[in-house]
């Protein structure tokens, strides 16, 4: 009688079982609330005089009491912490908690930008609307990031792949129509892919060192293809157009959720498909369990009949093209033209947030949101407020990454596999 473990038994569930957090993180996360609830009730309460803060929601002015508003969030924010230093939350009650202490925070922060700003309004659905655009191609780079890691591969390419997607979507747009544009990205986010995959998985080359050459090597590539070819001649291959808006019927005239969600051109819309599909996936299906398994213990998936190689060539191509749509978002999803380095940084930000996610599909898009919105709160600022430096707001997108990897997340365990390379026996 054979003796191997079945399927089911090679992964390990990274979901910590604990109904409390642990009293090393019950006492960190009561800081973090703490001081949220110090700068609203201290800082910001002492600098905000007096006046109506005005809030804007889908055309409708919400006027709310500055500096009484600021107090109470304050208060409430502390009692929070409060909470969580002797009591804790419990697991599931944690993300609400920290969801509530932030949009209260926020709406203190809001309320002191409107008493000191140039435009005493300040739009919320507009400023979320913008949030969530920003985030498309950061969940798109997470998504395609966890793709890898859960198979064993780390992907620090995900840059690479976008700007090789941003860039291949503009040339196919221009000499086809917009939307061929597309297939283009995704050609070329997998070409990436596959430089990834042989390298690390065939020839064994260290993954970290290896996604930092093909970053270098997409921009290099991409430079020099936009001077030879778009440069001279933009009319015929760097003008691919926009993708439409696609208002879904019914949906987008509910008041704010439609506005928000279901007026977007199709990456958007593919974007929700496939944060469903990888997470269904990945957690439901059969294929997704071998993918877990690959990325935890290759070995005694390898005893059971998985073909390991054959599976992480597979999820890294696919995760790759995912990155390349993302790409694509920043030329035809929306200025209309590719330039040198467009994707600025965002497959790094799109890396951290496959981390503070904890390598789930849901945990990192909603970091990707959080990132998006840091992105779009700076934005907002430099014209709303001159209150705090232009430095200092430029800043923002990246200490808000680095705060949340480094200080929110806590110990957290990459797939055991993740960046090990398998050799088959």
């Known amino acids: 009688m054979s003796t191997t473990a079945p399927v089911e038994d090679l992964t390990v569930d990274h979901e910590v079982v604990d109904t409390t957090l642990s009293s090393r993180s019950r006492i960190l996360r009561a800081i973090a609330y703490a001081v949220l609830g110090l700068i609203s009730l201290v800082w910001l309460g002492t600098a905000v005089d007096g006046g109506t803060a005005h809030l804007v929601f889908d055309g409708h002015t919400v006027g709310l009491p500055a500096k009484a508003t600021v107090i109470v969030v304050g208060i409430v924010i502390l009692a929070i912490a409060a909470w969580q230093g002797v009591r804790g939350f419990g697991r599931r009650a944690t993300p609400w908690a920290a969801g509530i202490a932030f949009l209260l925070f926020m709406v203190a922060f809001f309320s002191w930008v409107s008493t000191q700003g140039t435009n005493p309004a300040i739009d919320v659905v507009g400023l979320l609307q913008n949030s969530i655009a920003l985030s498309v191609p950061l969940i798109l780079g997470a998504l395609a990031g966890v793709m890898c890691e859960r198979s064993g591969v780390i992907n620090v390419a995900i840059e690479g792949q ?17 939307w061929v544009g597309l297939f283009g990205a995704l050609a070329a ?12 998985i065939r020839y064994l080359v260290n993954q970290v060192v290896l996604g930092v050459v093909l970053n270098v090597l997409a ?22 157009g926009v993708l439409g808006e696609i208002d879904i019927p019914l949906l987008h005239s509910i008041p704010i959720i439609g506005p928000l969600f ?15 599909g990888v997470d269904v996936a990945l957690f439901r299906t059969r294929w997704g369990l071998r993918t877990r398994a690959i990325g935890e213990h290759p070995k005694a998936a390898d005893t059971v009949g998985i073909k390991v190689l054959a599976l992480r060539y597979r999820n890294v191509l696919i995760g790759s093209a995912i990155a390349g749509l993302g790409g694509a978002y920043f030329t035809i999803g929306s200025v209309g033209g590719f330039a040198k380095g467009i994707t600025s940084g965002n497959g790094f930000i799109a890396l951290a947030a496959v981390i503070f996610g904890r390598w789930s599909p849901r945990g990192a898009t909603a970091a990707a949101l959080l990132f998006g ?24 997108p990246y200490v808000a990454t680095i705060i949340a990897v480094a200080g929110l997340v806590g110990k957290v365990r990459a797939p055991a596999a993740d960046g090990e390379p398998y050799v088959k026996q």
Not at 166 to 171: D, I, K, R
Not at 219 to 240: H, I, R, V, Y
Not at 269 to 275: A, K, M, S
């Open 162 to 178: 976008m700007l090789a997607g941003a860039w291949a979507a503009a040339l196919v747009g221009s000499v086809a129509v917009t």
């Open 189 to 200: 986010g997998a070409f990436m892919g596959v430089l990834l995959a042989l390298f690390s």
């Open 219 to 240: 921009a290099g590539l991409t430079g020099f293809l936009f001077d030879a070819f778009m440069a001279n001649d933009s009319e015929k291959f760097n003008q691919p």
């Open 262 to 276: 279901f007026e977007a051109n199709i990456v958007v819309y593919l974007t929700y498909i496939l944060i469903f």
């Open 373 to 396: 919105f840091a992105i779009a709160l700076q934005n907002n600022l430099s014209i709303n407020t001159h209150a705090i430096p232009s430095y200092l707001l430029a800043m923002l």
